[in-house]
């Protein structure tokens, strides 16, 4: 079984920094594509930015040149940076990742979220 936790959301006045941070465990063989998600009330849950194993990246276009995301291939963790919030990336966050499990099958997983607001 493989598992994902979030952790580092919190309350930042606008302009602040958070750093979220997501570990997985369990049976991995490896991990393909990594990356965060976001969901704000009444909307629905949007990519925030992945990073594959060979450390290409995505972004939204609303958090480019504001979060950045990065992985620690030895710890099965990825971070994403935050700076410059806005009141707008106020979500909860959810990692999520691209498994292959030490049987080879693949599958997708999600944990548990995590709360960012963004308010002064």
């Known amino acids: 079984q493989v598992r994902l936790v979030e952790s580092g959301g919190g309350l930042v006045q606008p302009g602040g920094s958070l750093r979220l941070s997501c570990a997985a465990s369990?049976?991995?063989?490896?991990?393909?594509?990594i990356g965060w998600y976001r969901q704000a009330p009444g909307k629905q849950r949007e990519l925030v930015a992945h990073?594959?194993?060979?450390?290409?990246?995505n972004y939204a276009d609303s958090v480019k040149g504001r979060f950045t995301i990065s992985r620690d291939n030895a710890k099965n963790t990825v971070f994403l940076q935050m700076n410059s919030l806005k009141p707008e990336d106020t979500a909860v966050y959810y990692c999520n990742a691209d498994i292959t499990i030490v049987t080879y099958a693949r599958s997708n997983y999600w944990g548990q979220g995590t709360q960012v607001t963004v308010s002064s």
């Open positions: 990073i594959t194993g060979g450390g290409s990246t």
């Open positions: 369990g049976s991995i063989f490896s991990i393909n594509v």
